[in-house]
């Protein structure tokens, strides 16, 4: 059964950074494109970025483009969010997702309908 548990969450100031991470386990991680996604208090769940499995290809959400870079290490099992210049609006929880289908011919998502979660790291950008 795979399995993703993040972390790295917590409460920064606008303008400032964390680095989310999302280490699997019950299968072969590296098989699987690794998608991020957020849910901000009161909405709906949003897909925010997704890797293909040799991590050469990423796509973004046009929100947190130019701000945030995915990553993922296959020999850790582990995918990486940094995001960058954060703002209030940035505020939710963060869950990791597989699996994620790739743009390959661009940056856009195609939008992805994971089977498998984790349980989520919280975020919160406030002064």
């Known amino acids: 059964q795979l399995q993703f548990v993040e972390s790295g969450g917590g409460l920064v100031q606008p303008g400032g950074s964390l680095r989310l991470s999302c280490v699997g386990s019950?299968?072969?991680?590296?098989?699987?494109?690794m998608a991020w996604f957020r849910q901000a208090p009161g909405e709906e769940r949003e897909e925010v970025s997704c890797?293909?499995?040799?991590?050469?290809?990423?796509n973004y959400a046009d929100s947190v483009k130019d701000r945030f870079i995915i990553s993922r290490d296959n020999a850790k099992d582990t995918v990486y969010l940094q995001m960058n210049n954060l703002q209030p609006n940035d505020t939710g929880v963060y869950y990791c997702?597989?699996?994620?289908?790739?743009?390959?011919?661009?940056?856009?998502?195609?939008?992805?309908?994971?089977?498998?979660w984790g349980q989520g790291t919280q975020v919160t950008v406030s002064s």
């Open positions: 019950g299968g072969t991680f590296g098989n699987y494109a």
């Open positions: 997702a597989m699996p994620c289908p790739v743009n390959y011919g661009g940056t856009s998502l195609l939008g992805a309908s994971p089977d498998y």
């Open positions: 890797i293909a499995t040799n991590g050469r290809t990423t």
